[in-house]
């Protein structure tokens, strides 16, 4: 079964930049779907991004588009999100999450969840 543990989170000014980690322990297969979600206080989680493990593809919500970037590091069987150009609007507690099978953006069909990592922008 796999686990993931976020950090790299915490307090930045707008326009900063935060590198956020996902370290996975157990077998991730190269079926798997790696993605990125937040939330933030009073709303529902929203997908933020996703990579597949073996091709690399990425996919990224518009309010993210351009400012972030996902990548992995096989080897260090671990998932990254680079923040740039942060906003306010970016505050959220940030999710890593992993699925099996065909990819999606709904939280919901994500198989594993880490327990997130807080990101604060402050004005």
């Known amino acids: 079964q796999v686990q993931l543990v976020e950090s790299g989170g915490g307090l930045v000014r707008s326009g900063g930049s935060l590198r956020l980690s996902c370290a996975a322990s157990?077998?991730?297969?190269?079926?798997?779907?790696m993605g990125w979600f937040r939330q933030a206080p009073g709303k529902e989680r929203e997908f933020v991004c996703r990579?597949?493990?073996?091709?690399?593809?990425?996919y990224y919500a518009d309010s993210v588009e351009g400012r972030f970037t996902i990548s992995r590091d096989n080897a260090k069987n671990t998932v990254y999100l680079q923040m740039n150009s942060l906003k306010p609007e970016d505050t959220a507690v940030y999710y890593c999450?992993?699925?099996?099978?065909?990819?999606?953006?709904?939280?919901?069909?994500?198989?594993?969840w880490g327990q997130g990592t807080q990101v604060t922008v402050s004005s």
């Open positions: 999450a992993a699925k099996r099978g065909l990819v999606t953006s709904t939280p919901a069909y994500y198989d594993f």
């Open positions: 157990g077998r991730i297969f190269s079926s798997y779907t």
């Open positions: 990579i597949t493990w073996s091709g690399g593809r990425t």
